[in-house]
């Protein structure tokens, strides 16, 4: 059977979009670093008969029949997680990331209570108590942040921890480019009294491979997305340690009917199906060796870009992500790299960086990552050709500036990207680009 052979049938409009975003996976660089691609074993269960159940409930405890299949599958992911992570329980059902840490947040605090996470713009999460998401709002939130080498700032988190008795302590980020302090961050809550949460969505592959320390002896609970480094459908988990349950036996309960019937409906039956197998995929030897290659290629792709002069926040990874510090160049000046990059046929997203110049909109700095082109199969050397080109498509375009009247900001990026389009060096580095991906065959199995 040919892939989307019905859909090209049924329904020509949405088949010319997937048929070009195949196209583009494959003729692009991929660098966005909470991107991946999946198995083809989970594109088949994401597109199975699993997405036509209603399940509410838990295995064994349905509330509609017909769900002795989706108990096999729900219980094979939840055994799997617990078995891969080391945890007592693991609730497999989140839709994705942001409802399972709103899902923890309305099993351990009330309205108003107190919350610690890193700040957004220092690498945190939305959900760890930023401004515009309901963490932010219903709960009194009181960010830690990074200190000006880019390091978590420990002394500081745990000051503000004695002073304001948070109920929960988030340690994760979503741009943070070295190995998060467990330990340090399982004194602090100790000391306080408070939940500490470890939200592991852009590293839990790197756990699962030992490339990065685990927080399972140090957190009460684990939230991790599982489409990131773990290479699975867009999905989540929520865990309970040993710890947790110690510190509080109902603890699993709890957070199992947090999402349902608190939070969700019936859950995602392929998704979980596909969790299920991206997992016993994550326990073979094999992902050990993704996860090192990962690390490796983040490492090999940080020294080319730091040997062609351009500078890395931190001074360099741990992990699958680099910050790059674009100050240097102006404030603000993501945008026409994010661009230009884009143009070149390599994605990543611009990002803020610590102490940002600018604004989260316009910032200016570029968060990017190796878990989707080691996923293709690229390796060190291959990274030094990324450096090299990445450096080339930058110094192409350092001359932009953002305007600092707002005003004028639409119609200077409507005229660089006009000029991008001419820009022979972007030409010639797409040209590399599309010469490199040649050499890698993403989705042998998808004729399209
Ligand atoms: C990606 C991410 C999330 C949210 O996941 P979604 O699936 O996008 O809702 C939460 N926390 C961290 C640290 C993340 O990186």
Request: neutral net charge.
């Amino acid at each position: 059977m040919d892939w989307f052979e019905n859909i090209k049938k049924s329904d020509p409009e949405v088949f010319d979009a997937i048929k070009n975003e195949v196209a583009r996976q494959r003729n692009g660089l991929e660098m966005i670093p909470s991107e991946n691609f999946t198995s083809i074993s989970v594109l088949e269960a994401l597109g199975s008969v699993m997405t036509n159940k209603y399940s509410e409930g838990y295995a064994g405890k349905r509330y509609y029949g017909g769900n002795e299949y989706v108990d096999v599958i729900e219980r094979l992911a939840v055994e799997r997680a617990k078995k891969l992570f080391a945890v007592p329980h693991a609730n497999v059902q989140p839709y994705s990331g942001s409802p399972a840490n709103l899902a923890v947040y309305l099993a351990l605090c009330k309205p108003g209570d107190t919350i610690m996470g890193l700040n957004l713009t220092d690498g945190g999460h939305l959900t760890h108590g930023w401004k515009t998401s309901v963490s932010g709002q219903i709960f009194k939130s009181v960010p830690y942040h990074v200190k000006k080498d880019g390091y978590i700032d420990i002394d500081e988190a745990r000051k503000l921890a004695q002073e304001s008795k948070p109920k929960l302590i988030w340690i994760g980020a979503t741009a943070y480019t070295r190995e998060l302090p467990f330990e340090d961050f399982a004194q602090i809550a100790n000391d306080v009294g408070a939940y500490l949460v470890a939200d592991i969505s852009h590293i839990s592959g790197l756990i699962v491979s030992g490339v990065h320390k685990s927080p399972a002896k140090h957190a009460h609970l684990i939230t991790t997305t599982t489409h990131k480094t773990l290479r699975g459908p867009r999905g989540a988990m929520i865990m309970v340690t040993d710890k947790g349950v110690e510190k509080d036996p109902a603890l699993p309960g709890k957070i199992d009917s947090t999402i349902f019937p608190g939070l969700q409906g019936g859950p995602h039956d392929s998704a979980v199906a596909g969790i299920a197998i991206a997992l016993l995929e994550a326990s073979k030897p094999s992902f050990r060796e993704y996860g090192v290659q990962i690390v490796n290629n983040s490492k090999a792709l940080a020294a080319e870009l730091m040997r062609n002069g351009i500078t890395l926040v931190t001074g360099g990874t741990d992990n699958h992500m680099l910050l790059i510090d674009l100050t240097g160049f102006g404030k603000g000046t993501g945008v026409f790299v994010q661009d230009a990059l884009g143009k070149a046929g390599i994605t990543v997203n611009k990002n803020t960086i610590p102490n940002e110049p600018s604004s989260p909109f316009y910032p200016s700095g570029i968060r990017l990552g190796t878990p989707a082109l080691t996923t293709m199969g690229m390796k060190e050397d291959d990274m030094k050709k990324v450096g090299a080109m990445i450096a080339r498509v930058i110094n192409d375009v350092k001359g932009y500036q953002l305007p600092e009247s707002k005003e004028e900001r639409a119609a200077y990026l409507e005229k660089f990207r006009r000029e991008l389009d001419e820009r022979q060096e972007i030409k010639d580095v797409r040209k590399e680009v599309l010469d490199l991906c040649s050499n890698f065959t993403l989705y042998p199995q998808i004729k399209i």
